[in-house]
């Protein structure tokens, strides 16, 4: 009876709330119905055009100038976020000053407002003629229609991610650890560099990741801002709705399915060493 | 190091933390902080550390004013409750943090700083435990890392804000016990807050009893537990009875009873009687005593403590008695205090 017992709850945890079977059940079949069905068939269609065809249409100069941008200017405005979003982060948690309750909700914005909206709303200040673009062009710098302006779009959507994924994580970390490492002689700056960032590295790479999948994705935003000019600025996404609306279907696909996995692997080689670091550090758990 | 605490006072906001506080802190000296949550203890302590900045007063270190001086420039050591580990550090690398952060030119080499925190880890019984991160340890092991840390450094002064206030009964006890010899082999300076009585008695060199952001007593734990100064520390140090008695020549008297307890030199008047529970002699007949009837016995470890009923104005008094003597409820019991103090208000 108590080995039956045992062999029962092997795979369980003991939980005052019974239900491993039907929450594994209901999740699996809920991934299966919205992510798996329709990203099979995606594989599908792509795995129906053969290995030669889809080789070419994937390394058509075009296509990948497109993945380079979109990837690319992903990634920047990722890292720019991270910056900005952990300082931000850093006043929101650790100071009080009046307003402050309006900025933290301003940072969601970019979560609620219509992405083309953004867009619109950057391409107007920053175009030439525009507030801003008018005082960076005697500069030199072109900001709207160029990658450059891809990446200012990409920060904008991205922000709130770095901000919610880092702010808890900061207000977890005790002060004491900060007077610790003072009365050991440590100054502002390595107290910063040594203690307080590395301890927030795990976070701070979740929010990477999210801001950085978000952009790669990203459509709205850019195609305002980018100016779309084939080879230059325009986006993997974007490309794939100019060949759907060419009928082109397989090229459509091919793209699709080399995003699929270029994205899936670098979010799964982000999670796993956010992973590792978090169980490292006895994080959560 | 010797430290001096000279004429602190320390405000935060309107509210008065410490009030004109002095202590000398002999070098090498084992010293513990003790009183109740509110008594400006951890103050006093993060005042030392530079952690606070007096509102007035000054702190010298050896013959140095470090009021001026900032937590870094201090050198000192600081254990926190809460351990405060780097919890992205191994425990080597939490423990050589202090040195590493160095600036180049009084930094040890790395060979060096490796070798000195491998002995302290090693003086600290955590042999072997290098690799681990805080989240893969004790509570008790935790605090010996946050130890092993802050002596790296040689500092100064080894300053402890309620080191063993997180961990269980048993481990507390074993590292109180080896915070001593620790203390003993290595001889820094060492300041501990506490507000667990047991642990300043036993550990400490000299115990600071604080109340209300004042110091009510400095002594050492037989001075401090046998002869308290004040009503405070009577009442806050150990178990102890109070009665309103009436001095009248030489003589006290509880209501219209002599109670055979002589007090020669104190003026005539009402006066607070204290003494503790210990420090009695039980009586057979009564020709001075005070009396009372057992309401309670209860046995607490190796003696049994009586609480009697010794009527009208007074509420009951609790007496130890060895626990071979058996008593009954509602029996009479006659004793004396041996051992006493008057205080007046």
Not at chain 1, 77 to 84: M, P
Not at chain 1, 259 to 274: G, R, Y
Not at chain 2, 78 to 101: C, K, P, W
Not at chain 2, 267 to 292: K, N, S, T, V, W
Request: with cysteine; glycine share 8%.
């Amino acid at each position: 009876m108590t080995e039956r017992t045992a062999s029962l709850w092997q795979f369980r945890q003991p939980s005052v709330i019974p239900g491993f079977g039907l929450a594994l059940g209901v999740t699996l079949s809920w991934l299966i119905l919205i992510i798996l069905i329709p990203l099979s068939g995606l594989a599908w269609r792509s795995s129906a055009l053969g290995w030669t065809t889809f080789w070419e249409l994937a390394t058509d100069q075009r296509t990948i100038n497109a993945l380079r941008i979109s990837f690319g200017t992903a990634f920047l405005a990722a890292l720019v976020n991270v910056v900005f979003g952990v300082i931000l982060a850093w006043v929101l948690v650790r100071y009080r000053f009046p307003g402050k309750r309006i900025i933290d909700a301003m940072v969601d914005l970019p979560f609620a407002l219509p992405t083309a909206v953004a867009g619109i709303a950057l391409t107007t200040l920053y175009a030439p003629n525009g507030w801003i673009g008018s005082l960076l062009t005697p500069l030199g710098i072109k900001v709207a229609f160029t990658p450059l302006g891809i990446v200012f779009a990409l920060v904008f959507v991205g922000l709130p991610f770095v901000v919610r994924t880092v702010q808890p994580i900061m207000e977890e970390i005790d002060k004491e650890v900060e007077e610790a490492a003072a009365t050991l002689g440590a100054n502002r700056f390595q107290t910063i560099s040594r203690v307080l960032l590395p301890g927030l590295a795990p976070a701070v790479l979740t929010g990477f990741a999210l801001a950085f999948a978000r952009g790669v994705g990203e459509y709205g935003s850019v195609i305002f801002i980018a100016g779309n000019l084939p080879y230059v600025s325009e986006i993997a996404p974007l490309l794939i709705v100019i060949r759907l609306e060419e009928f082109n279907y397989p090229a459509a696909t091919a793209i699709a399915a080399v995003m699929l996995v270029i994205s899936f692997a670098m979010l799964l080689i982000i999670n796993t060493i956010q992973a590792w670091s978090r169980r490292r550090y006895g994080y959560g758990a | 190091m010797e430290v001096r605490v000279q004429n602190i006072r320390k405000e935060f906001g309107r509210f008065p933390a410490l009030n004109d506080v002095s202590l000398d802190i002999r070098s090498g000296e084992l010293i513990a902080l003790l009183g109740p949550s509110g008594s400006g203890k951890t103050t006093l302590l993060r005042l030392i550390a530079g952690l606070e900045s007096p509102t007035e007063g000054t702190v010298y270190f050896g013959n140095e004013d470090a009021s001026r001086k900032t937590v870094q420039q201090r050198n000192i050591g600081f254990v926190f409750q809460h351990y405060a580990l780097f919890r992205h550090m191994t425990v080597l690398d939490n423990v050589s943090f202090g040195l590493t952060i160095r600036p180049a030119d009084r930094r040890p080499s790395k060979a060096d700083i490796r070798k000195r925190a491998l002995e302290l880890l090693d003086l600290v019984q955590l042999s072997g435990l290098e690799k681990r991160y805080p989240a893969q340890l004790s509570g008790g092991q935790r605090q010996r890392v946050a130890l092993a840390r802050a002596m790296a450094v040689e500092p100064n002064v080894l300053l402890l804000d309620e080191p063993f206030g997180a961990l269980d009964a048993q481990v507390r006890k074993e590292l109180r016990r080896w915070l001593r010899e620790i203390h003993d082999r290595t001889g820094h300076t060492t300041v501990f807050v506490t507000h667990d009585q047991d642990e300043a008695l036993e550990l400490a060199d000299r115990v600071v009893v604080m109340s209300k952001g004042q110091i009510e007593q400095i002594g050492t734990p037989d001075e401090i537990y046998d002869t308290p100064n004040s009503p405070f520390v009577f009442g806050f140090i150990g178990q102890s009875n109070i009665l309103a008695v009436r001095v009248e020549n030489g003589q006290l008297w509880l209501e219209d009873r002599s109670i055979g307890v002589s007090a020669p030199g104190e003026a005539d008047g009402p006066a607070q009687l204290y003494f503790r529970p210990h420090d009695i002699e039980l009586l057979d007949g009564c020709g001075g005593c005070i009396a009372g009837i057992v309401t309670v016995t209860r046995r607490v470890a190796g003696t049994r403590h009586v609480e009697l009923d010794i009527g009208a104005a007074n509420s009951t008094v609790e007496i130890e008695l060895p626990p071979e003597k058996v008593t009954s409820d509602r029996s009479r019991i006659a004793f004396r205090p041996t051992r006493w103090k008057l205080f007046r208000d």
